[in-house]
């Protein structure tokens, strides 16, 4: 079913390239387009034949539910049932690396494939004009997970999008790095309204920056329990050689990525930077992985942006 002959275009974020890959998605084809965070694989998420082929083409288990994008709150209104907390969250940081799991709506017209099913939809407003641009030019829903092969490392350029799937996909935009660089946050709000919001996934936003705007803590996911995220395997985000953590001391033979002041072979932010650092940690696991030695990583502290460089690394480093 995934078609590896295909002249994949690379285009730009113009008007005639935004243009051309709108007419593209609506006519059931996968195009990668960057967002703030990560490169995502777009299909039209109405469009059960173009979303079943992000599936074949990233080899992606169907039971993990894919994201949809939209380019306003008022799309993202018609798609789910809305909700205070939806509001408030939505106002204080869309567009923005943040994702709202909410109940699905009736006449919704999203492919139950986006969802593997489940009554809730997964839905955000990417920060990147570009993202918009492209989204407000389709007219509709875009599923979008990261533009990568399942279990591998999240592409942040198109460079890293074009070696990982180049020749299976119709369309590549190209504007530039991922600012963000790890993927959103993405926060359960399905629950009953006097409970707080669930953490599903700590990303690009940082869990401190949502509890100031709610004013309460949030109840992280319980690991336990497969049924809250279904797409949360332990072993994701990886790359090809093995991945020591908290590493102190360096051994012969491994690449060292850094953080902080010191002497590497990479280092994710000389300054001790987390914002640096998540905007360079997969395209540093990306150099380092090409040159096919183990890898070792220095600590990262883990608040703000450090829960999820963390979270995406543990992944990386999990057994497989
Ligand atoms: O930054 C991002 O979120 C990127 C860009 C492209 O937007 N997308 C992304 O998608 O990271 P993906 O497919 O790699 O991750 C989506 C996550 C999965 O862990 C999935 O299980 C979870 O969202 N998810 C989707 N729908 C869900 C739902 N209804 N309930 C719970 N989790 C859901
Ligand atoms: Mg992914």
Known sequence: MTDTSLQTEMLSPTPQGIDRAAALLRDGQLVAFPTETVYGLGADARNGEAVASIYATKGRPSFNPLIAHVDSIEAARKLVHW???????????????????????????????????L??????VPAKACARDLLAATGGPVAAPSANPSGRISPTSA????????????????DGPCGVGVESTILGLSGPSRLPPVLLR?????????????????????????LTAPGQLLSHYAPQAPLRLNATRFRSGELSLGFGPGAFD?????????????????????????????????????????????DRLRRAAAPR
């Open 83 to 117: 909700s205070d907390q939806a509001e408030t969250m939505a106002a204080a940081f869309w567009p923005g690396p943040l994702t709202l799991v909410l109940p699905l709506r009736d006449g919704h017209g999203i492919s139950p494939l986006v969802t593997a099913g």
């Open 119 to 124: 009554d809730t939809l997964a839905v955000r």
């Open 159 to 174: 460079a890293h999008v074009a070696a990982g799937l180049g020749g299976r996909i119709a369309a590549i935009v190209d």
């Open 202 to 226: 700590p990303g690009g936003l940082a869990s401190e920056d949502i509890e100031a705007v709610l004013g309460r803590a949030l109840t992280h996911r319980n690991v336990a329990d497969p």
């Open 266 to 310: 990479l280092n994710l932010s000389d300054a001790g930077d987390l914002l640096e650092a998540a905007a360079n940690l997969f395209g540093h696991l990306h150099r380092l992985d090409a040159k096919g030695k183990p890898i070792a990583v220095a600590p990262v502290p883990d608040h703000g942006l450090g829960a999820a460089i963390n």
